[in-house]
């Protein structure tokens, strides 16, 4: 029972050996991939609104510039009319009390073009910038060098004709000046209609993206309700169904993934247990039966010791046809004890020595009795290989009888039985095949069933004393079909230590 126990617990086991990739893998790598694809719509669309952000946030900054550059255009406009209200005010006066003002203006107008310049960046900002300061040098020094001597000379016809030179040249800078500032204008008039443009376009592109990520959020969802609810429920119907006593219930989820895993484990241990069940009641069975062959035993045993020494004793005296009745009654009371013994067979429980056996020379013994008992003369019987077990020489030698025995008599007249003897790693496998007719299905799911028998004149308890045996040594007996034609039976045993 322990090592049953054992074996059923071996066969529940789950790997403990899974790699890194086998624990992100089937579900858990779908659901991240899922996630990963609803950040990603996320995170798309908050670019989009991030990008359309900074692209607007630098049209402002832009604007902000370009109205800094009209309103210092604009200031050193009006500089220039201070420098030409001042050196009209020396024509009118035909004094100098207005130098001191005129510098003034000068250096304050100065000090405009040098921010203006520093604010051009085209080459037509930069070239209305250098007009400017081009004419504006001229202006000074004509009033320096032209005007004020004139005027303090009192040559009034001087003075009116540099005067209108200079209003020519203030007319060129006023002219260059609102050349720059519409430029500047124009440019902010560019950077807001851009700004509005990326405003309208960002808008678009995250709603639109917002209602994709909705989609596929309502996609994700679907597809993990599918994946992990469905497996789910059928996981669950077929633990009720177990939980109701129900050991045939297989779940079909064939999935390569940690569900497809859990119900492949989940079948194997409804397989498992159903197979432990079985096991449980056949021993039972075995043990009822014993019980009952231990009282048959004793109760039968006796009276048929008696019935066969009066039958031997009377086939001394008997002659003709009751001299033949006489060998029918000894036959069939010997196989009346034969089946007393079967079944105490399968009810005793067996100690096995560890005695080292060859199992060649064992094959050859039983070849040699079975000679002499039944006829071979018509069976082709060959034996291969050599091998050393551990075990009871006396209830191996039956198992082998039996398996020989059965495959002469299946193998018919003129047919051929092989034993083959093969040691592998860790086992030894003999293996007894015939050329008969093969197992019927009912057989081969009933092979080993206490008086299950094909023959007319069997017991039925052969192989099921045989696998008894095989098992008490820790192995077990493998029926199958050949290809073609024929059955094989192959006895399994663990491979004994030099």
Known sequence: MFKANDALARRLLIPSSRSLGDVVSGTARRLLYAFSLLVLAFGAAAYAALEGMAEIHEA????????????????????????????????????????????GAHRRALALLDEVQAQADTPAEQAQVDTIRRTTAELDLLFREAFVP????????????????????????QESADTLASHYERAIGNFEEHASTVQHASFR????????????????????GRSVARPVSL???????????????????????????????????????????????HSERLAGIGRLAA???????????????????????????????????????????????????????LQVPGETLALRELVEEVISRLRESIQ?????????????????????????????????????????????????????ALSVS???????????????EPFFTTKPQGTGLGLAVSQAIAQAHGGHIQPRNLPGRGAEFTLHLPRSTP
């Open 376 to 428: 071979l003369s018509d069976v082709s019987l060959t034996v291969e290989g050599d091998a050393q077990v551990a075990g009871h020489p006396q209830r191996l030698r039956q198992v082998v009888t039996n398996l020989v025995k059965n495959a002469v008599e299946a193998a018919r007249p003129s047919g051929q039985v092989k034993v083959a003897i093969h040691a592998r790693e860790g086992e030894v």
């Open 60 to 103: 402002l900054h832009s604007v902000r510039r370009q109205e800094t550059a009209v309103r210092t255009t604009l200031s050193l406009a009006t500089a220039v009319r201070d420098i030409y209200a001042h050196l009209a005010h020396t024509l009118i006066l035909g004094n100098a009390s207005h130098l001191p003002l005129y510098d």
């Open 434 to 448: 015939d050329t008969g007719s093969g197992l019927t299905p009912e057989a081969h799911e009933r092979l080993f």
């Open 205 to 224: 592109w995250t709603l639109a993206i917002l209602a994709a990520a909705a989609l596929l959020a309502v996609g994700v969802g679907l597809y993990i």
């Open 295 to 349: 009282g048959v035993a004793h109760e039968i045993n006796n009276p048929l010791g008696v019935i066969l020494g009066y039958v031997r004793l009377l086939q001394r005296k008997a002659e003709g046809a009751l001299a033949d009745d006489l060998r029918i009654i000894e036959e069939e009371t010997l196989r009346c004890r034969d089946i007393v013994e079967g079944l105490l067979d399968l009810s005793r429980p």
């Open 235 to 281: 996981l669950e119907a077929g633990a009720a169904r177990i939980a109701a006593g129900d050991l045939t219930t297989r779940i079909a989820l064939d999935r390569p993934d940690e569900f497809g895993r859990l119900a492949q484990q989940f079948n194997r241990m409804t397989a498992a247990l159903r197979e432990h069940q079985e096991r449980l009641v």
């Open 150 to 173: 004139a005027v303090l000379r009192r040559d009034r016809d001087t003075a009116v004709r540099e005067h209108a030179r200079a209003l020519e040249l203030v007319g060129v800078i």
